[in-house]
């Protein structure tokens, strides 16, 4: 009977991880569909966010496809900043590590800025830079 008590939370444990797991693939397969329609996208478990031309798409992954939509336009936007635990850094000089990871959209109108988290610095790098480029060839062709 001690054994069969010990084995009953393991067995509980094992179940809610494999739930987990099953949750975690439906959000990551309605992510594959959703990001179908754009040129460049990107999944982690805080957001996701899609690049079609000049209009960038974010909102929160489920299992049922992306919620709380937003979209925006490139061309809106005068400045893209890295910010790591609410401070700006230079995509040249990363630190190792932060808590709070957001690429910040700031606007040329006067509106709110948006920010979209990240789970990893180099992704948020990686898609500032990017980013950063497009906005450049933007406004050199203006």
Request: hydrophobic share 40%.
């Amino acid at each position: 009977m001690e054994r069969g008590l010990f084995w009953l939370p393991l067995l509980a444990i094992f179940f809610w991880l494999a739930w987990q797991g099953s949750q975690e693939y439906q959000k990551v397969e309605a992510y594959r569909a959703w990001a179908e329609q754009f040129d460049r996208s990107k999944y982690d478990i805080y957001a996701v966010l899609g690049q079609k031309d000049n209009n960038i798409t974010w909102g929160k992954p489920t299992t049922k496809g992306p919620i709380k939509l937003e979209t925006f336009s490139l061309l809106d936007v005068k400045n893209i900043n890295l910010l790591i635990d609410e401070k700006i850094v230079e995509i040249e000089n990363l630190p190792d590590r932060g808590r709070i990871i957001e690429l910040e959209f700031l606007f040329t109108e006067p509106r709110n800025s948006v920010r979209i988290p990240f789970t990893e610095i180099s992704l948020a790098a990686e898609w500032g830079k990017y980013l950063q480029g497009v906005l450049q060839s933007f406004h050199s062709q203006s």
